[in-house]
Structures are given as C-alpha cells and as structure tokens.
C-alpha cells in the first residue's frame, strides 16, 4: 500500500469535518434524524434488521440508486459498499466487473463467482455465470449486498451475492418519463407506470441508452423493458410475476490495450500490426469486434402463510441469444482445432426454487427451519465460425464449431435459525451438484463430447450476540463451492475443443465483526475475515476476446471492512466505505511465487460521500470519492499494475410539485480533476493487453416528470 494512503489526503480532510461528534445545544435544535433501520431478507432467507444479523450485509435504497443517476449500469449504485469492487469497463460487449472480496476478479466477462439473483429469480445460470446487464436500475426499490460465509448458502459461484428487489404498485397511480444526456453521446429515455387496482398492482417500465463511449470503438446501444403484477388474493397469500428483457445490438467491444498504448492515448484502440494495407487500423475496427445480446424472462413467485409458517415457490424460464465476432488473426485461426473467431449460441434456461418454513418455540427461544431445493437447467445450441471470408473481416466465414451444451443443477439446502434473549444462532447447510454435457456435431477438429459431474456440501454457522441494544459482536464460517462455468470449460490453454479437466475450487470462509449505534445519528459496521481457498480456478490464456483456465494451488485472503454512515446537523449526511484485502497466492505453481498478489484485485478501496439536503428535501447536492489501489494484471506480478487513483464525483439535484405534477432534475460532473487512469483490467491477456482507461472528466444532465393520478 505505498501509494494508497498518500492518495487520500483531500478524503482525510473532507471526512474529519464529518465525522460525528456531540452536538452543541443550537446544533441539537433542529438537525439530526436517527440513521434509518433496514430490513433484509438476504443472509437467512427470514426478514430481520440488517443490525439483528450475524453476517456482512448492505442495502443500498432507491434514493442511492435514483439520486443523480442515469440508471444504466449497477456500479453506478454499488459504488458504497464495502468489500465489493464493481468496475465500468467502459465496454457494453463484456459487462460489469464485479468481484467481492476478491471473488470473481478475474472474470473476462460477465460476472463470475458471486450470485446475481433479481426478485428472487437467478440472473445466474446454473453454471454460476451472470450479467448484470439484466438488471433494471429504474424499477428498483433495493439492492441487498450479501458477502462473507453466509453468501455460501446460495450455492455454487456465491462469493458474494446480488439482490434486487423492484418496487410493488401501489396507489395512486402515475406515469413519468425520464430524460438524461451527458458525455460521449450518452443519452437515455425512460418511459414507466405504475399503480393498484384493488388487490392487483403493477410497475411498467421501458427504456432506451445509447452511447458513443469514452474508449474508441465503444459504442452501444441497450433498449430494456419490465413488468410486474402483484396479486394478493387473501392477507395469507401473494402472487408476485415479472417479466424483463434485454436487447443490445452490435454493441461494440474496442478490446484492451498495452500500457504504452494507454499512456499515449487513454482512448485509442491497439494497432493491427499485421494490417499493411491500412497501418494505421485497429484491431477492434479491422475486425469489428462486437456483440449482439437478446435476453428474455419471465417468473412466478408464490407466497403462502399459515400462520406464522410459510410457503414459498419461484418458478422462471427464458432464452438468451448472443453473436459475438472476436479478434482472431488468420494466421491464429489456421489449425483445425481452433473453433474460430465468431460465437454464436441460443440458450433456453428454466428452474425453480421451493422451500418451507417452519416456525417453533425451542429451550426458551424461537427457532426458524427452512428446507428448501433449488433446481436449474439450461441448454445451449453453439456454433462457431471463422471471422472473415477471404479479405473480408469481421464477418461470419466457414463454420468452426458445432455443438449442444446442458448445465443442470440441483441443490436441496437446510437453514435453522434460533434466538433468544441476545443470542442469535443461525445454521445451514446445502449440496450443490452440477452436470455438465457436451454433444458435438461438428467433428472434422475431433468428437469433444463428454460430460462431468461436480458436487459439493456447503455448511455455514453463524452466531451473534447482544452486548447492549447498540451492539451486537458476531462471528461466522462456511465452506465456499466453487465450479468451473461453461465459459471456462470451452476452451483448454491450446485453443482445442472442452477442458474437462478442470476442478472446481474449494474454499474456509471465516468472519469476525461488529455493528454498533454510536450515537442515535451515526451507525458503524465492522468485520475482519480469512479465506483460504484450494484448487483456485486462474487465467491460463487469454488473447482476443477469448479466455481459457487452469486450477492453480491454494490462495489466501485476508481483509477487514468498515462502513459509516451518520445523520449530521443542517440536513448533511456521510458515508464512509473502506475495504483492505491482502490476497494472494498462498503456494507456488508454474513461474508464479508464493506471495504473488491475486490479479484483479485491488489491496484496498475507498467510498467517501458528504451529502446535504433541505429540510423539504427539494435540493440537495453532494460531494463524493472513489479510490483504489494498484491493481496486478497477471499472477507472476511482474507486469506493470494498473496505478492506484483517487477521483471525486459531485452531484446537484432538484424536485418541484405543482399540482399532480412532480418534476426533478438533476447535474452530474464526474471525475472533477479529469484524472487519466485505468479502471479496470483484462486478467492475463496473452498480448498484453490488459487495460481499460476509465473515462475523463465527464458529465451528465436529467430530468423527469411525474404524473400522479
């Protein structure tokens, strides 16, 4: 941490004027609120105060994710919460990256190794492997960050977990539509309903962003739309279906880029060098690098109470076709075992998770029992095809691959939670078990049909206690589980065919922490936590767009945690968010040293916000820092890190009524200091290429209008 702490000197500042301390007779005359209490669902699947819970657990409410926003990209509200790293790549073709406590830091794409899961329905497949992309930011109500031993009770690839909630409709109806604009020719419209009729609610919702992007060869345009109805035929029984998709359209991917690149031009592309004819082309242009997505979903939740026992069954399907033309050089793609530059795969998913709820007294306590079993199936149709047809490039050629893959999984789990008096004991266990199988059609390169079968028992154990009503002192453990996704299976380190001999990683997850009240106005949350992890799943070749992986020796992560927020006097708020991780290799392999710090991983973070409102709540502004450590790019460290930055953010925003009008507006100025820096990398890029700049100083402007019937 050499550079971090010299970073943070105008943060230091900005936070010793907020930090919380006793209040003067004048200033306790008009000016605090006590911190608000949250209820989460997350951590023991039975609501309790996030206070109340022997776990690391963060919500983050609708004004965080509303307030000066374009709602486009969760990281724009994820920024806050501690032990979590959720990374604008300033690529639509590759996603979000996100990783928790070190957790899926290395995923090329998409998000790995932590759970995404938007009311109660997987936006993970049963491989583990999610998108972010499918949340809808503009109907959401919360976001439940869950990290640490407990996220385990989900299963396979739970580092972490992701909940979205939406909003329910409620009465009186209205309509609004938003509009914002900013930098790089971003724009987006949202157009959205919502209401009750009788015992029937609903929430409509459409949008459309666009982009030029920051980086060149960025561009992306992102249509989504949303529906929820909620039925309550009995005050015991609530039917809950929504219903969501997503299209983006040769959404472009301008790849990564050497260092020498980044430091020249934070924009700029990497040059073609085998280009002659036109020297100066890139490789994301000369082969139009992008990707088209359609996603589509629907789900069912039942809830049933008897008394105070409960029933509950989810139940979603849907399809997902993606087209993605990658990098690939002829001269790469010449061997008959390579599967070629374009990938092309339609996948139909379906699943369902059931479980009861049993409630009863025990030894002076009340004791919950959850058993439940939850079961995922997808199947894909996956061709591949050469990426250009003679001189032509970026173009689908001669077919390269053929091929249907299923995933299945079915994991039936137990949770027990008891309390009495200050203790809280929470238990749980599940089995998870995955098939993967593989039928090839497309024999000329060999027959890569197989299958495998992974399985593991996840337990997890968590005990808290009261030592005053304002705190409470807890520890946990758990056994972490996880498998190699279909992506990391598809291509073993020579480009040939299915790497069935990859083992999923096994981890010990144990925490330690504390949440206190320190005053009425000001709510502290602590933990400390070691992982050690075996047969960690790491990069072993990664070259345009195309990533494949190898188990390596054991791991470990060590960290500590802290968040505060506080009511301050006069209508400002704060919020602090500091991570530290020491994550490293904990055993040589290969050229990599025991001690080698973990690629994609930054050894600590930081959120800083000072926040002022009025006492009606129609303007407010606030004044907000991210910074992060140096990120290594590749598991021998040898390569130069993405440097540490610090950035501030500000924000302005307004609200008017006038009748049954409601309007709003709001300003967003970004990176203030215009610092060039990388934001994220591109773990083990075989040519180098790992970094992505983050943009300069960048702005946005919005505005909306409520109509309330």
Known sequence: MQQFPSRLNAVAALFALTSPLPLTAAEAQGATLPVAEVVVVSATRVAHPSFDLPASVDV????????????????????????????????????????????????????????????????????????????????????????????????????????????????????EFNVTGGSDGTSKIDLGAQGQAGAIGYVLDASRFRTDGFRDHSAATREQAFGKITVKPTNDSKLTIVANSLHQGNTQDPLGATWATFARNPRAGEIDATDTQNPKRTLAERYNTRKSIDHQQIGATWEQRFGEDRLHITAYGGNRDVIQYQAFTKGFQAPASHSGGVVDFQRDFYGIDANWMHVNQ??????NTTFGIDYGRSKDNRSGYENFIGDNYGVKGRLRRDEQDIVSSLDPYLQLEWQSGPWMLSAGVRHSKMKVSVDDRYLANGNDSGSMELSHTTPVLGLLYQFTPDLNGYVSAARGFEAPTLNELFYSGAGSGFNFNLKPSTSTNLEAGVKARITHNTRLNAAVFQIHTDDELVVDVSSGGRTSYKNA????????????????????????????????YDEAFGAVAKGSRLPGVPSANLFAELAWNDAQERLGAALESVAS???????????????????????????????????????????????????????????????????????????????VF
């Open 553 to 584: 020796s054991k791991t470990l992560r060590q960290g500590a945690e802290i968040s505060l927020d506080s009511t301050l006097p006069y209508g400002f708020t704060t919020r602090l968010a500091v991570s530290s991780l020491h994550a490293v």
């Open 362 to 367: 025990l030894a002076s306590g009340k004791l």
């Open 60 to 175: 983050v409410d609708r004004a965080r994710i509303e307030d000066g926003q374009i709602r486009v990209n969760a990281s724009e509200a994820l920024a806050g919460v501690p032990g979590l790293v959720v990374q604008n790549r300033q690529n639509y073709a590759q996603d979000l990256q996100i990783s928790s406590r070190g957790f899926g830091a290395r995923s090329a794409f998409g998000v790995r190794g932590v759970r995404l899961v938007s009311d109660g329905i997987p936006a993970s497949m049963p491989d583990g492997q999610g998108q972010a992309a499918t949340f809808n930011l503009d109907t959401a109500e919360r976001i439940e960050v869950l990290r640490g031993p407990f996220s385990a009770i989900y299963g396979n690839h739970s580092g972490g977990v992701i909940q979205l909630f939406s909003k329910d409709g409620q009465n009186p109806p209205s309509v």
């Open 629 to 707: 450590n140096k990120v290594y790019a590749e598991d021998s460290n040898r390569e130069k890190p993405a440097p540490g930055y610090t950035v501030f953010n500000a924000r302005i925003n307004a609200k008017q009524s006038v009748g049954n009008w409601r309007f709003k507006q709001f300003a967003r100025l970004n990176n203030l200091l215009d610092r060039s820096y990388v934001g994220s990398v591109i773990v083990g890029d075989a040519n180098k290429r790992y970094y992505e700049a983050a943009p300069g100083r960048n702005w946005l402007l919005g505005a909306s209008a409520q109509y």
